[in-house]
């Protein structure tokens, strides 16, 4: 079975703060891919990797950076988290012509 | 540049009754296009994807979706609507480039009444 996790259901955070959310996936495939989803605005993407080391900017990278030091795992960091950052945070890959999406982290930035 | 648009952020059916979840894309070159659920606290799942093959698309669960490029439509229908169907759909929508970005839908709500 295809499988990408993500480290934390849910999290909670206080503004400020350094927060680091993981992505493992076991297709070995390059692409990754980091999406906030928010009620009414569907997902929008955030950051893309094509391959390790490598990363674009979507269409919502302020506030955010990601690292991609292997292949299977695809980090996303607020650098310093503000309450506008609260939100569903939703990791994917593809295989076949198709995104599986993680489980999804609820961060709340208190 | 893609756009996807789905009409309706919420829609109530009675169970047993028809499912139809409107999706209408824009795109440049032929179109994936994709129909994802998300049930309460979880991630995506793929419930059925048009990647230019049959413009009749079966998916999981019994739901279809009709490609029609004269419409620039995708709408997502099942016959008889059950209470488990109740959840969230996102139509998406990415260009056979390669690149697997999805540009997707803000989302219908469907909500199964007894």
């Known amino acids: 079975d295809v499988k990408v996790t993500q480290s934390s259901r849910y999290l909670v955070k206080r503004t400020g703060e350094k927060v680091f959310l993981e992505c493992v996936q076991d297709?070995?495939?390059?692409?990754m891919f980091w999406y906030r989803q928010d009620p009414g605005l569907g997902l929008r993407l955030i950051y893309f990797?094509?391959?390790?080391?490598?990363?674009e900017k979507g269409d919502i990278p302020e506030g955010y950076s990601v690292s991609r030091e292997k292949k299977e795992r695809f980090s996303l960091i607020l650098e310093s988290a503000s309450t506008n950052q609260t939100s569903m945070y939703l990791c994917?890959?593809?295989?076949?012509?198709?995104?599986?999406f993680g489980p999804g982290t609820r961060l709340t930035v208190l | 540049a893609q756009s996807v648009t789905q009409l309706g952020s919420h829609v109530s059916v009675s169970e047993g009754a028809l499912v139809l979840l409107r999706c209408n894309y824009s795109?440049?070159?032929?179109?994936?296009l994709f129909w994802y659920v998300q049930y309460p606290n979880q991630g995506l799942q793929l419930l059925l994807k048009?990647?230019?093959?049959?413009?009749l698309v079966k998916g999981i669960n019994g739901f279809e979706a009709e490609f029609k490029k004269s419409e620039t439509s995708f709408h997502l229908t099942k016959p008889s609507a059950h209470m488990s169907d109740a959840a969230e759909y996102f139509c998406?929508?990415?260009?056979?480039?390669?690149?697997?970005?999805?540009?997707f839908g803000t989302g219908t709500r469907l909500k199964v009444l007894a």
């Open positions: 994917a890959s593809p295989k076949n012509n198709e995104q599986f």
């Open positions: 297709m070995d495939h390059e692409n």
């Open positions: 990797s094509y391959d390790v080391k490598m990363k």
């Open positions: 795109s440049s070159v032929p179109p994936y």
């Open positions: 048009y990647t230019s093959a049959a413009t």
């Open positions: 998406a929508v990415s260009d056979p480039s390669g690149t697997y970005k999805y540009i």
